[in-house]
């Protein structure tokens, strides 16, 4: 009989494939500019799930360093995405952070079943239209919970419907504040023309720090991180086991 194989981290393969510094070099560079990238978009996609903006960088460096060591592509880049930003800011608004812990470990021991059991192979069966579909639909309800801060609205916290917060959108169009919108257009401009012009050229690096140099050098009374929620703390977080208290979730519960 044949005894199966471990599988290797693909990291491991590389160093034992002969790692030089030269591509060292290039991978420090690449790295550098991922992550300048994604640490405001960590801290973006934070805010818009409703937990403060260093739970994301939190996130973004775990999830970072465990892709990195676990991947298994030699070119494999790990970053933030904007997918869950619906599905996580409805599981915070229910059940809190400790919620969003326990279905982060159901999800991932849910795709450790379907890896081991081969059902993971069945997302082959999903239409197209389904995917895409469901991903423009989220990108829809992400950019609603943004307009809000995009155009300085000065409106209280915006229902979490979209019927609804687009109503509550339009009643407060009146209050927008022409800095904020100018600097978001200019800001989203210049990342389209940049990328237009070459990829290579790492246009959200560029316009964060020109656009909040100009904020800054213009005296703009536009919201800031640290306005708004206190800054970032620096340090590691503090290591806390997940409540496991039974919620009311269905009527048999409630009657328990």
Same mark, same amino acid.
């Given at each position: 009989? $044949? *005894?199966? $194989?471990? &599988? +290797?981290p693909r990291l491991v393969q590389c160093m034992r494939a002969g790692y030089s510094l030269a591509?060292? #070099?290039?991978n420090l560079v690449a790295g550098v500019t991922v992550g300048l990238v994604a640490l405001p978009l960590a801290m973006a996609f934070a805010i818009a799930s409703g937990v403060p903006p260093q739970n994301g960088i939190y996130c973004a460096v775990v999830a970072g360093f465990t892709i990195s060591a676990l991947g298994g592509s030699q070119v494999q880049i790990g970053g933030p995405t904007g997918a869950f930003v619906v599905v996580v800011s409805g599981i915070v608004a229910a059940h809190g952070l400790d919620g969003l812990f326990m279905c982060t470990l159901l999800a991932g021991i849910i795709l450790l079943l379907l890896g081991l059991t081969g059902l993971g192979t069945a997302v082959k069966y999903i239409p197209r239209p389904v995917v895409i579909g469901f991903t423009n639909g989220i990108g829809v309800l992400i950019? $609603?919970?943004? /307009?809000r801060d995009l155009f300085g609205l000065q409106t209280p916290? +915006? &229902? #979490?419907?979209? /019927? #609804? *917060?687009? *109503?509550v959108l339009a009643a407060s169009a009146g209050t927008a504040l022409g800095?904020?919108?100018l600097l978001g257009g200019v800001t989203i401009a210049a990342i389209l023309v940049m990328r237009r012009l070459s990829p290579r050229i790492p246009g959200s690096i560029i316009v964060l720090l020109a656009g909040s140099a100009m904020a800054f050098a213009a005296g703009w009374p536009v919201e800031t991180i640290g306005r708004r929620f206190g800054g970032v703390p620096s340090g590691l977080p503090t290591m806390h086991v997940p409540s496991l208290r039974r919620t009311s979730c269905c009527p048999c519960c409630r009657l328990r």
């Open positions: 009989m $044949s *005894r199966r $194989s471990i &599988p +290797v591509a060292l #070099g290039r950019a $609603s919970t943004q /307009i916290e +915006v &229902p #979490g419907d979209f /019927i #609804g *917060r687009a *109503r800095a904020a919108a």
